[in-house]
């Protein structure tokens, strides 16, 4: 068993293992001619519970040989260009080694005795992040999990901060457009706030949180005895991929001594956009920034980092434990990263970020970035062209929301349940078929498809094609021809990627 174990006498174990890996990868790489294949999870789990766990194969290649059918021959191909369904990005191929590398040496980051250079990297790169941001000189900030977790340490921070101030927990309230992500409530579920704690403010046409409304609530909140924590902004909504004024939100979080928390998960791309910086204008003024560079720097999961302008604001996450990362280390100015952290051991994944500037600089991500967002502006103009879609709004960055509509009913408009159903279906059909993944949301109860563009490779041909086939799928639906009674919107009665 000794074989498997990864040092200085297994480096040909551990050459031919990975390379078989990585074989079997590009392999199904260049045989994906479709995003998906459609599997149901019924069809899938025989097979997965089929394996006997107690009884190993022994051998990389065998074990590589029996993934193939339970897994790598039925995933999910996010790097195909009609996966367009939610904020997963193809890689980049200086991150993907990276990504080899970090979890053969397998680093550490929270203390320095488990690092060493990593932790210096990974201090570099947020510091990078953070100047691009315009946070100032005494910014900090650690990478997270994902930006759920990056959301979480934020409000974390601004709690304390409003504790600090003498603030009633139970007074706490925290002010977000209803676009926002739902991580943000979770968050103040897990930070003990109560239930009604988060203000759902309302959001124009453009789904950018209305500044009037927010105001509103900000002085309501005051009226009332409540203190407004955090007003949280979001720099790319999941759905809509809208942009809240920033700068107004800067202004009025300032007027209330707020903490202004921006969740740029998506929208950080726009940092090394060559053309659409200026979107962000007013992220400078942030007390704290989740940035997610697994969704549009291209990079693996998980890759995520969490930025605040005042370091001393981190201290909420400190705690010293005698045998990690005890007060003496932090006299001593040993970098620990813990100290800063919600996570304990955490990985290197900061060197997928470095791998990918060094080999193509914050140009090359940009460059990638703005490409998907000129695509969503000419797949917008598609859609607007076409009479059997209806769009919900302009492309903010690189999301479509649109849904199919029937063909005008002589004397009245369609049944709006109808148009539902033919909308849900539409999208079944097209991923039970693998030929394209896409999502869906809901707009004013309504339900609508949602294409998320993350693939310079996908191009105005793979969407119109997309949208043919989805409008035939809803047409086939809306005419009764999909082979069942058509009530349920799904297809073979078993709900297929359905999140
Ligand atoms: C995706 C997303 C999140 C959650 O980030 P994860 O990395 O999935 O945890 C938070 N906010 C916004 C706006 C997002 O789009």
Redesign the pocket.
Known sequence: MRAHLLNGTTTEHYRTSVLQGVERVAAALAAADRPFTGVRPDALAPRIDAIDLDRPLGDTAAALEELESVYLRDAVYFHHPRYLAH?NCPVVIPAVAAEAVLSAVNSSLDTWDQSAGATLIERRLIGWTAERLGLGPAADGVFT???????LQALLLAREEALGRGAAPDRLRVLTSEC??F?VQKAARLLGLGADAVVAVPADDAKRVSVPALEAELDRCRRSGLTAMAVVG?A???DFGSIDPLPELADLAARHRSWLHV?A??GCGLLVSHRHRRLLNGIEHADSV?V?Y??SFFQPV?S?ALLVRDRTALRHATHHADYLNPRRAAAERIPNQVDKSLQTTRRFDALKLWMTLRVMGADGIGTLFDDVLDLARRGWELLDADPRFEVAARPALSTLVFRWLPPEPVGGSPDPAAVDRANLYARKAISASGAAVVSGTTVAGRHYLKFTLLNPLTTPADIAEVLDLLAGHAADQDAGHDGQDGQDGQVGGSLVHAS
């Open positions: 904020l999990s994902g930006g759920t977790q990056s959301n926002a992500h991580s979001t790319g909504t999941t969740d998960a998506y989740t997610d697994h969704k998980s995520s």
